[in-house]
């Protein structure tokens, strides 16, 4: 490591990390991004919405998140035929929708015809939302993550500014500094902005180091790989002001702490905290946030 780097790292750490990680306050609704990097709450992250409860990525993924009091929701987006943003996370509607085909094969109007399907597959009578639909629905009641968005961030932008919503979305994406720069320019430094740096594929001092010397990401996101040979100090981000995102989904992001091993044993999330993760992105979002009340409770 040469001495630039290491100098660079080493003046992240300017405070302890994690501590009182639980905010006594858990549970109530987080305003804003720069709300939540000023709390010492641990943020609970709806992967495609609610979606064992209603179709991913549809507008009743993302109301019962917010009745359930999930802090932010992760979407998904596609364009159309017309340049309309929706949500969708494949590449093809065939999987999730009575439809075939991209998104882009088709007008919003001609969409509209098509049926989302459950995690079963069984077609339900809800339809493929628009993104601005999704908005008008969450401003002020939960946060948005917009994946598979990076191509549209400066299309997605006017579109928050109109509503006063840039504080409520969080962007990523796995490109490098310099591309992201290039691509974004002086938006880069108007938007919270996370990027994701795969531990498993040999990422990590280097990119960060890149992003916070010319930069302020919001945070990061890792994927820690199958086990924990490539794992960093994320303490050491996080006494710098830096979130900590690490998804619960798949042994592969986590070293196999995954959300269903949390089934029979709620305390394999213990792993998150006690490595300073203070972003978590679940698939059982309910059984994520009786973990965390359960912590709360027992350090009041």
């Known amino acids: 490591m040469n001495y630039r780097l290491f100098s660079l790292l080493t003046g992240l750490l300017i405070a302890i990390a994690c501590k009182g990680q639980i905010s006594a306050n858990y549970g109530r609704p987080i305003s804003s991004l720069t709300a939540f990097k000023k709390s010492n709450q641990v943020m609970v992250v709806a992967h495609r919405g609610d979606w064992r409860n209603a179709p991913e990525n549809s507008v009743w993924a993302v109301k019962l998140a917010i009745v359930k009091g ?60 628009r993104l601005e639909d999704i908005l008008e629905l969450t401003k002020g009641k939960t946060l948005l993550n917009l994946d598979k968005g990076y191509d549209y ?95 619960s989904l798949w042994p592969k992001h986590n070293a196999g702490h995954q959300d269903d091993l949390a089934l029979e044993n709620s305390r394999i999330y213990d792993w998150y905290l006690n490595n300073g993760v203070n972003i978590i992105q679940t698939d059982r979002p309910e059984l994520l946030i009786d973990y965390l009340k359960s912590k709360r409770d027992n350090i009041n």
């Open 70 to 129: 999930i802090d932010m929701v992760e979407i998904d987006l596609a364009m159309t035929k017309d340049s309309v943003l929706v949500l969708m996370h494949d590449k093809l509607i065939d999987r999730t929708t009575t439809g075939k085909g991209r998104a882009a094969d088709y007008t919003w109007e001609e969409l509209q015809h098509f049926r989302l399907r459950d995690g079963l597959g069984i077609a339900t009578q809800m339809s493929i939302p």
């Open 153 to 247: 961030i400066q299309l997605v932008y006017p579109m928050l500014k109109s509503r006063n919503m840039l504080d409520e979305v969080l962007f990523k994406g796995a490109a490098p500094y310099e591309k992201v720069r290039d691509d974004l320019g002086a938006m880069l430094d108007s938007i919270h902005y996370m990027p994701i740096i795969h531990l498993e594929r040999g990422e990590g001092v280097q990119e960060i180091a890149n992003f916070t010397a010319a930069a302020k990401p919001f945070g990061f996101e890792f994927t820690v790989g199958d086990d924990e040979s490539n794992m960093i100090d994320f303490k050491m981000l996080r006494s710098a002001g830096y979130q900590v995102w690490v998804n």
